[in-house]
């Protein structure tokens, strides 16, 4: 029983998430507090079949918090998360303000859960594409070392929160009246279009989010020189995030061995019915806590049987963001004397 959990960003997606979680039952919690900003004080939200009145996110409302899952952009992380922890709780931070801190643990609780044990107060949950690509990943790596990925995702609008879910709905409304179209949250269309994940491009040409995927798989998997080539792209998909993902191994590897180690993965479900051509696809990781891999097949342009095709979908407010703060909750709960 977790004795006082603060949610910072209530009312946003990933906020609302951890709140479905909780009225799941799989976690109890004898006091809640939710927090958000001061736009939304006074609003509702049920919770386990209980009404909470969302307050507004000060320094001083963390007295008494056991843990505080911060779900509510990275500023907000970085003004309020240190009174969080000089208060006493410990932070579960969704946002990328301590993630490449090497102070703060970045934990997926099937691949590194170790680490969770050198908290100093935060713990970082890491960027949503990076986990759904170091689910399948990382029991193959375990068995055979992953030498360099190549992944091309295809992200859905609810990564980007609760408003850019509206604007998904909202533009494709319009767009089927023949109304215009006007991006608001996005900088370019999303209903029936696709574009280059809206993130700022570098000196080297990857933008933000390739840039995440790069640093973090090799943070959790602590392979600092792990080659990763990532393409990230933002879909009209409302929910669940898809990655398109090809894999060199250090020794050759077959799919059956591939489709073997996955079955038994924690947190994977395998999909990958070749004669129905049914494969993993976002409408079927909605909602789901497992990452939905399939479409395991060889690359046939290494000619060594060191490469592998995958395709994997993952609900990234759930495994990519809520679910996997929780498990990491739960992971320090067990890992009390
Ligand atoms: N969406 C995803 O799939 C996903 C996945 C992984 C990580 N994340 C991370 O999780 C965080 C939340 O994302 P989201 O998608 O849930 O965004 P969202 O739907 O836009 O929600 C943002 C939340 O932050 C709150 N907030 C905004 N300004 C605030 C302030 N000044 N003080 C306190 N609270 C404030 C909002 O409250 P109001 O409603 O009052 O404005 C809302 O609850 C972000 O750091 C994001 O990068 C998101």
Redesign the pocket.
Same mark, same amino acid.
């Given at each position: 029983m977790i004795r006082h959990l603060a949610i910072?960003?209530?009312?946003?997606?990933?906020?609302?998430?951890v709140c479905a979680i909780i009225t799941e039952g799989r976690i109890r919690v004898d006091r809640l507090t939710l927090?958000?900003?001061?736009?939304?004080v006074g609003?509702r939200i049920e919770v386990a079949g209980r009404s909470f009145e969302?307050a507004?996110?000060t320094e001083r409302g963390f007295e008494g918090v056991q843990y505080a899952i911060?779900? @509510? *952009? $990275?500023?907000?992380?970085r003004?309020?998360a240190p009174a969080a922890v000089k208060a006493g709780a410990t932070v579960v931070?969704?946002?990328?303000?301590f993630r490449m801190d090497p102070d703060t643990p970045l934990v997926v609780p099937e691949i590194n859960p170790d680490d969770a044990r050198r908290h100093r107060g935060i713990i970082s949950?890491p960027?949503?594409s990076a986990i759904i690509l170091a689910m399948p990943v990382w029991p193959l790596h375990r068995v055979n070392r992953v030498r360099r990925i190549v992944v091309s995702t295809y992200q859905?609008a609810?990564? @980007? *929160? $609760?408003?850019?879910?509206e604007e998904l709905r909202t533009q494709t409304a319009d767009h089927l009246a023949g109304r215009k179209v006007t991006p608001r949250v996005f900088p370019h269309p999303i209903a029936f279009n696709l574009f280059s994940h809206n993130t700022a491009i570098g000196d080297d040409g990857y933008n933000v989010e390739e840039r995440k995927v790069i640093e973090e798989m090799q943070k959790i998997f602590h392979e600092p020189h792990l080659a990763i080539a990532p393409t990230c792209i933002r879909v009209p998909v409302l929910r669940a995030?898809s990655e398109s993902v090809n894999l060199t191994f250090e020794r050759p590897i077959t799919p059956q061995e591939v489709r073997e180690i996955l079955s038994k993965a924690p947190g994977v479900q395998l999909v990958d019915d070749v004669s129905a051509n049914r494969f993993p696809m976002p409408i079927d990781a909605s909602g789901r806590d497992q990452c939905l891999v399939g479409r395991i097949r060889q690359d046939i342009s290494q000619p060594d049987g060191r490469g592998i095709q995958l395709f994997v979908c993952g609900d990234?407010?759930r495994k990519?963001?809520a679910l996997n703060a929780v498990q990491i909750i739960e992971l320090l709960e067990s890992m009390k004397p």
């Open positions: 910072v960003g209530a009312t946003g997606a990933v906020g609302r998430e927090l958000a900003s001061s736009r939304s609003t969302v507004e996110t911060f779900s @509510a *952009g $990275a500023d907000r992380a003004l309020f931070d969704n946002s990328s303000a949950v960027n949503c859905a609810s990564g @980007a *929160g $609760a408003a850019a879910m995030h990234q407010l990519g963001a």
